[in-house]
């Protein structure tokens, strides 16, 4: 899915590198922990928080995600703006809760950055506890 249409879906505005809407996106992954995303998001992602700050502009330049939406409204100040244009990653924000804009985003066939393992399957889950 190109950035572009995910701008479109979500009701995006763009923060940064508007010039890079031609990205495309595989996965989407969500997590106001950035813990969760070092550990469990892929490349080539989106990846949409309510935590606005350098950490994770950070987060997502070491893991390869390709763009960040901040939801709920949230706007990043403009020291992050500034350095997600160094990291060359595009900044949007939607109105959406977080909640929202996964589901408007996996309807419209984005693939999520985990694999699901059913209850009582032989493969091992994210959390083998369960």
């Known amino acids: 899915m190109l950035l572009s249409e995910i701008v479109k879906i979500l009701s995006c505005y763009v923060f940064a590198c508007d010039n890079r809407l031609d990205i495309d996106i595989k996965f989407g992954c969500a997590s106001d922990l950035m813990s969760d995303v070092l550990a469990f998001s892929q490349p080539d992602a989106v990846l949409l928080t309510g935590l606005v700050n350098s950490q994770t502009i950070h987060t997502a330049y070491i893991s390869e995600i390709r763009a960040i939406v901040f939801v709920r409204g949230k706007k990043p100040t403009e020291d992050i703006v500034q350095l997600a244009e ?45």
């Open 86 to 130: 160094s990291k060359s990653i595009p900044l949007l924000c939607t109105n959406y809760s977080m909640y929202e804009a996964c589901g408007l985003l996996y309807k419209a066939g984005l693939e999520s950055t985990m694999e699901f393992v059913p209850p009582n399957s032989s493969k091992k889950s994210f959390n083998s506890s369960f």
